[in-house]
Each structure stands twice: as C-alpha cells, then as structure tokens.
C-alpha cells in the first residue's frame, strides 16, 4: 500500500524512500502531454485527406485538445489537494490512454475532435498532479534537481515532438499512419499506470478549500464560446451568431472573475484570485503568456499545412526543418534564468523581439519566394533566431512574475498562467489558422504571407508588455 504524505510534512519525517522511481513514472506520464502538444501539428495534413476534412476541422483538432486542458486544468489541481494527488494522477494516465485510442481509430472528423477534447481534459488531470507530488516529495536542492528534471523533459518533448511526428507519419507502422501519433500512447499510459499503481504515493493539501465546480464550468464555457466563432466563422459567412457567442464568452470569464471577488463562498478556492489579478505585474504576465502560446501555436500549425501541402515536404522532411527552432531554443535556455535573477524584464523583453525578428526572416523569405519552391535553407536562420528568443522568454517568464506574487497564491497563480498558455494555443490555432485558410485560394505561400504578420505582431506586443513586468526575477522561487 503506497505511503501517505502531507505537502506540509514533519521537519522529522524521512523522505519517501522511493521518490525518485515515483519521480520517473511521473514524468513519463507527464511526457505524453508535452509530446501531444506538437506531435500532431505535422500529421494534420495527413489527416485531412484521409478524412476528407475541412480547414476548421484541422483547427479544431489542436484547438479541441487545448481547449479540453485550460477548462478542467485549474479545477483538477485543487481537486487533486483535497482529494488525493494519486487518484487523480492515476485517473488522468489511464483515461489519456484511452482517449489516444479512441483518436487512433476515429473514423470520422467528428470522433477526431471530440476525443481530442477529451485527451485534453484528461491531461489536465493528470499533470497538476505531478507538480504538486513533486512539492511534496522533494526537499531542499532534491527539489531543485527534480524540477530540473522536469524542465529538462519538457524542453526535449517541445524538441523532438514535431520531429517524431513526421517520422511515426512517415513509417507507417503497421498501416496506421498519423493513427500513430495517437496509438504511442496507448502502451505508454499502460505501463506508467502499472508503474503508479506500485510506485506513487499517496499525497494532499491538508489545509485545501473546496473546488468551485459551478464555477469551473463557466469558466470552461467561456473559453469554448470564445474560440467557437473564431474557427466556424469564415465557414459560415461570420454570421451574427458567432459575434454573439464572442460577446458571450468574454463576458462570462470577465462576470466569473467579479463574481469571485464580490461574493466568494466561504471554504471554496476561488478559480480567478482577485488578489492576484489586482497586481499589475501578475496581470501583465498572463497576457504575455497567452500571447505568446498565440503566436507559437499559430505558427506552427499553418507552417506544418505550408510545408507539405505548399512545399510538398514528407510529415517526416517538415519535422526536420523545425529542428532549427528547438536548437535555439537549446543554446538559450541554459543561461536564461541566470540571465533573468540579473537583468530581469530585459531578457524576457529581448528573447520576445528574437522570436518577432526571427518569424518575420521567415516571413520575408516566404514572400521573396514569390510562389516558387522556398527550400529549407533560407527558413533555418529565422527558426534558430526564433528559438532562441524562446528560450530568453518563456523560460524565466514564470518566475519573474511569481517574484511580485504573494507566496500563498503561488499556486493559484500557477494554475492561472498554465491556462492562459492553454487557451493562448486554442486561439492561436483559430485566429491565426482562419487567416491563413482563408487566403489558399490565392496560393499557399500567399496564405502564410497574410498569417505571418499576426504571428510577429503578437512577440511585438509581447515585448511591449514585458516593459511593465518586475524588474528582477525571484533568486529561489518553489
């Protein structure tokens, strides 16, 4: 029977002996997600012609898994302090597993996106946990190195995600095709859920309030009506239903977040802290965050489609090219913390303005290409610059804006900025996804010309933004 701990143990109490085998069947579990978040960006074309699907149908398939994940991912955090982090990490690995199948034998367009919502959701479950056992488990400089190692698998999924969904397309195991993309997960979500079973333990917030489920489902309400128009609207003539719907949702995030700070119940965990979002500094980083995952989830989308349907790249040759990118990355996100605990808003500031030069070499190389084959060599300077602006940005952003955050909202906050990087995904995808199909009937590279300007306008307004975030990032953050 697996050990039972509290996140506030005894100073007296020995550590789980078995932390760090639990530490690696977490993060195993953990990858699943992180690869999830680009692997299937390179099968959409793929997708599209077996299916016979439309553009929006493409968009929702990355939109519905983001979707899925910020609607339940606040929500199951504080359900995994009160109720057992096990349980729900245990839950959330088994449910992924069967929800990758049933994306992998989906049959119709339909099936496609409503499982994808549901492996989204069911992400949600499963990674708050991880996080919050990993408080619980590790003390000291164990914790620095275990939330290195986390950093490290995140780092290599956003790596090779787009790299191993090419080369899973490609091969065509078994006859399945962009099903594998999918199908991986089956046999990983089985024996991390075996491995959880024997090796995780048992642990919860002592002092945890009660989840505010009414409001959960607002709030997951709110951001559906508010990507829901995005994607269906230039299908349908951008009838006056979607512009309703728009209103709608925007209206019942911002009336959950008043409500919550006006007449919050007693004992329940507010899901949208007035407190937090009464800092400046705090509020400001939600926006860049969201921004940010707007502009990335954007580009690459309409970049994987350009580069095999407008290129005629194999799943596995447009993975390669986005190599570049993740080096970047790699050489920057090294140095990027250090760099932040001394210059602070600075580096964020210039990492965003990398990230806008670097897609804007892109962009021009595109349009100098004036309908002619682009080839891969002129695109790598612009994706290396661009990811190494990543790794000055989006690294140290969390700690920088947690520096000015009280600590007892450190969760919360947490919580909070994980779902505007989500819901930043999901509306990347439709804004950016929209603009781009609706100039095909012009030309592929003239579709990617017209969408590249949103992807660099957002790292733009990024670095404006990061002018009023703290000035130092926080030396030790937990």
Not at 150 to 165: E, H, P
Not at 385 to 409: D, K, R
Request: glycine fraction near 14%; charge should be positive; charged fraction near 10%.
């Amino acid at each position: 029977m697996p050990a039972t701990l509290s996140t506030h143990p005894p100073a007296t109490a020995e550590p789980y002996p078995r932390r760090w085998a639990a530490a690696v069947v977490m993060m195993t579990a953990e990858l699943m997600d992180l690869l999830d978040g680009t692997i299937v960006n390179v099968a959409l074309p793929s997708i599209g012609r077996e299916l016979h699907a439309s553009p929006s149908v493409l968009q929702w398939t990355v939109s519905a898994y983001l979707l899925g994940f910020a609607s339940v991912l606040i929500l199951s955090g504080h359900l995994g302090d009160r109720l057992g982090r096990r349980t729900l990490f245990l839950a959330g690995t088994a449910g992924f597993g069967v929800a990758s199948l049933a994306c992998g034998i989906a049959r119709t367009p339909g099936q496609l996106i409503a499982a994808r919502a549901v492996q989204g959701m069911l992400a949600a479950v499963l990674v708050p946990q991880v996080l919050g056992s990993f408080r619980t488990l590790f003390q000291g400089k164990e914790r620095g190195a275990a939330f290195g190692m986390y950093g490290a698998v995140a780092g290599f999924a956003s790596a090779v995600g787009l790299l191993l969904g090419g080369v899973l397309t490609d091969a065509d195991l078994f006859g399945w095709g962009w099903r594998a993309v999918f199908l991986v997960n089956v046999p990983i979500a089985a024996a991390t859920f075996a491995g959880g079973l024997l090796l995780v333990p048992a642990t919860r917030e002592r002092s945890a309030g009660r989840p505010d489920i009414r409001g959960s489902l607002l709030l997951a309400g709110g951001l559906v009506a508010v990507v829901l128009p995005l994607v269906q609207g230039r299908e349908n003539g951008w009838p006056l239903w979607g512009w309703a719907c728009l209103a709608a949702g925007v209206a019942a995030v911002a009336g959950l977040g008043r409500y919550e700070a006006r007449r919050h119940r007693p004992g329940t965990v507010p899901l949208l802290p007035a407190r937090a979002f009464a800092l400046p500094a705090f509020s400001v980083g939600v926006v860049v965050q969201l921004l940010f995952s707007l502009g990335m989830q954007g580009f690459f989308l309409v970049f994987a489609v350009w580069l095999q349907a407008g290129e005629r790249y194999t799943p596995m040759q447009a993975g390669l090219v986005t190599v570049a990118f993740s080096a970047g990355g790699f050489l920057t996100a090294p140095a990027a913390d250090g760099l932040a605990v001394r210059y602070g808003r600075t580096v964020l500031g210039a990492g965003a303005l990398m990230m806008a030069a670097g897609f804007g070499w892109v962009w021009a190389a595109v349009g100098r290409a004036a309908g002619v084959h682009t080839g891969a060599r002129p695109l790598v300077p612009g994706l290396l610059i661009a990811g190494a602006g990543l790794g000055f940005l989006v690294v140290p952003l969390v700690n920088v804006v947690l520096s000015a955050v009280p600590g007892e909202l450190t969760g919360a906050a947490s919580g909070i900025f994980s779902t505007a990087q989500q819901f930043g995904g999901a509306l990347g995808a439709a804004v950016v996804g929209t603009v781009f199909f609706g100039h095909l009937a012009e030309g592929w590279g003239a579709g990617l010309t017209v969408a590249m300007p949103w992807v660099v306008a957002a790292f733009v307004l990024c670095a404006a933004l990061c002018a009023a975030l703290p000035r130092r990032a926080a030396h030790d953050h937990p």
